[in-house]
């Protein structure tokens, strides 16, 4: 997950005539909500073509939450806030938030829907990953109506965001950075709840749980990614190590060219690559083990550059 800045402008269709006579149909529906009252179901107007269009353009095509790229037709849009319910039988949901352009993000379905998923953890290797796939999948997980909140729920009316302490990171409002990490010294590529002198970020062990982020079929699509970037990292070590067999007069220049091969491992953390906040963590711990290796080993003429 990246941060995002959301444009300021608002989808023209978020508050067209369809849009308002949607809010005042929803307006009416709930003036007489009782608990155990059905949720108004005829929300439409929040998923226009320009607001689909602005979303994909916010993301770079991905999943605001997982980073998969969204295929063109699957893309859905996501109420951060849910709008027909939170699962607790005496709150309606965030119904007047439904059209609401700061309460959007683009999302891929295993992360916005409840489907039956496979976790993976840490400790798990790629025989326990296989055997795990070999048995039906019998935990529900994904967002689905889940919004966990520290505080008072919000009511009708209310876009004070900070008041009900939200435990589910919005990725445009707060950097995901200070609430996740990766593990990169297990068989897969797991995220974790940033821990910072003191216990978990609730915020970030509520998103993972919710979104099922350590899903198997996203841990494998991220592990991919990771084992290129594992594998470039073996390589620059092996030829730094060869370099240093070379005298003295040359070693300073092989090592150089050799470090530029970092440079195209800072290509898979652009923002429009998939899993880029994995791979900007990963290529950060190496660049801090480059760092150690050249102190020790490299020539002074490559510390004065470095």
Same mark, same amino acid.
């Given at each position: 997950?990246?941060?995002?800045?959301?444009?300021?402008?608002?989808?023209?269709?978020?508050?067209?005539?369809?849009?308002?006579?949607?809010?005042?149909?929803?307006?009416?529906?709930?003036?007489?909500?009782?608990?155990?009252?059905?949720?108004?179901?005829?929300?439409?107007?929040? =998923?226009?073509?320009?607001?689909?269009?602005?979303?994909?353009?916010?993301?770079?095509?991905?999943?605001?939450?997982?980073?998969?790229?969204?295929?063109?037709?699957?893309?859905?849009?996501?109420?951060?806030?849910?709008?027909?319910?939170?699962?607790?039988?005496?709150?309606?949901?965030?119904?007047?938030?439904?059209?609401?352009?700061?309460?959007? &993000?683009?999302?891929?379905?295993?992360?916005?829907?409840?489907?039956?998923?496979?976790?993976?953890?840490?400790?798990?290797?790629?025989?326990?990953?296989?055997?795990?796939?070999?048995?039906?999948?019998?935990?529900?997980?994904?967002?689905?109506?889940?919004?966990?909140?520290?505080?008072?729920?919000?009511? =009708?009316?209310?876009?004070?965001?900070?008041?009900?302490?939200?435990?589910?990171?919005?990725?445009?409002?707060?950097?995901?950075?200070?609430?996740?990490?990766?593990?990169?010294?297990?068989?897969?590529?797991?995220?974790?709840?940033?821990?910072?002198?003191?216990?978990?970020?609730?915020?970030?062990?509520?998103?993972?749980r919710c979104l099922a982020l350590n899903r198997v079929g996203l841990v494998e699509a991220r592990t991919k990614q990771l084992n290129i970037l594992r594998g470039q990292r073996v390589r620059i070590l092996e030829s730094l190590e060869a370099a240093r067999a070379i005298p003295d007069?040359?070693?300073?220049? =092989?090592?150089? &060219?050799?470090?530029?091969?970092?440079?195209?491992?800072? &290509?898979?953390?652009?923002?429009?690559?998939?899993?880029?906040?994995?791979?900007?963590?990963?290529?950060?711990?190496?660049?801090?083990?480059?760092?150690?290796?050249?102190?020790?080993? =490299?020539?002074?003429?490559?510390?004065?550059?470095?």
């Amino acid at each position: 997950m990246i941060r995002a800045r959301r444009p300021d402008e608002v989808p023209s269709s978020l508050g067209g005539d369809a849009a308002e006579s949607e809010k005042k149909a929803a307006a009416l529906h709930y003036a007489g909500w009782k608990p155990g009252t059905a949720a108004y179901g005829k929300f439409k107007a929040y =998923a226009g073509s320009d607001v689909i269009d602005a979303l994909r353009k916010m993301f770079h095509g991905k999943c605001a939450y997982c980073e998969r790229t969204i295929e063109k037709g699957s893309r859905e849009v996501e109420h951060y806030r849910p709008k027909g319910g939170v699962g607790d039988p005496l709150h309606p949901g965030y119904w007047w938030l439904a059209h609401s352009w700061s309460n959007l &993000l683009p999302t891929c379905g295993p992360c916005n829907k409840g489907l039956r998923q496979h976790l993976v953890t840490a400790d798990m290797t790629v025989d326990d990953v296989e055997a795990l796939q070999a048995m039906p999948a019998s935990k529900l997980a994904g967002k689905a109506n889940q919004f966990p909140v520290g505080a008072a729920r919000l009511t =009708a009316g209310s876009e004070d965001h900070a008041t009900e302490q939200p435990q589910l990171i919005d990725p445009t409002r707060i950097d995901p950075n200070d609430h996740l990490c990766w593990s990169h010294a297990s068989d897969f590529s797991i995220l974790a709840p940033r821990s910072n002198s003191g216990p978990p970020s609730i915020e970030g062990t509520e998103t993972i749980r919710c979104l099922a982020l350590n899903r198997v079929g996203l841990v494998e699509a991220r592990t991919k990614q990771l084992n290129i970037l594992r594998g470039q990292r073996v390589r620059i070590l092996e030829s730094l190590e060869a370099a240093r067999a070379i005298p003295d007069t040359a070693q300073a220049q =092989a090592m150089q &060219l050799v470090l530029q091969s970092v440079k195209d491992m800072q &290509l898979h953390c652009s923002t429009d690559k998939e899993f880029a906040a994995m791979s900007t963590a990963f290529v950060a711990a190496f660049r801090e083990e480059l760092g150690e290796w050249l102190r020790a080993n =490299a020539p002074a003429a490559i510390l004065a550059d470095a």
